[in-house]
């Protein structure tokens, strides 16, 4: 795993996991779809990319997740959160909206 690449939950594969990543490279993102592909959770933090490199990845993630019935959100200017389609977000104040 990519030394970018966090991961918050125990070792018991039963309970729900979320991945923190913030890719800085194209060559990240199998990393990435490889952790959505085992029902991962993923935070993905854009804001220390190249714009174009970026770009690139949400579009490929994003297609990754359509394919998995993931859903994909906004969560701030550069980080989107990718989780199953079932999952609730609750956040007060925040303006609730899909994206890719």
Same mark, same amino acid.
Not at 25 to 50: A, C
């Given at each position: 795993?990519?030394?970018?690449?966090?991961?918050?939950?125990?070792?018991?594969?039963?309970?729900?996991?979320?991945?923190?990543?913030?890719?800085?490279?194209?060559?990240?993102?199998?990393?990435?779809?490889?952790?959505?592909?085992?029902?991962? #959770?993923?935070? =993905?933090? %854009?804001?220390?990319?190249?714009?174009?490199? *970026?770009?690139?990845?949400? @579009?490929?993630?994003? &297609?990754?997740?359509?394919?998995?019935?993931?859903?994909?959100?906004?969560?701030?200017? #550069?980080?989107? =959160?990718? %989780?199953?389609?079932?999952?609730?977000?609750? *956040?007060?104040?925040?303006? @609730?909206?899909?994206? &890719?």
């Amino acid at each position: 795993m990519d030394r970018q690449m966090y991961s918050a939950a125990s070792s018991d594969n039963m309970r729900p996991r979320i991945v923190i990543c913030a890719p800085d490279r194209l060559e990240q993102t199998e990393d990435i779809v490889d952790q959505l592909q085992s029902g991962s #959770s993923v935070l =993905l933090n %854009l804001g220390t990319s190249r714009r174009d490199i *970026a770009r690139r990845l949400l @579009d490929f993630i994003a &297609g990754v997740a359509y394919h998995n019935d993931n859903q994909v959100r906004r969560v701030a200017p #550069s980080a989107y =959160l990718i %989780l199953p389609y079932d999952a609730e977000v609750e *956040a007060d104040g925040y303006d @609730d909206r899909y994206c &890719g």
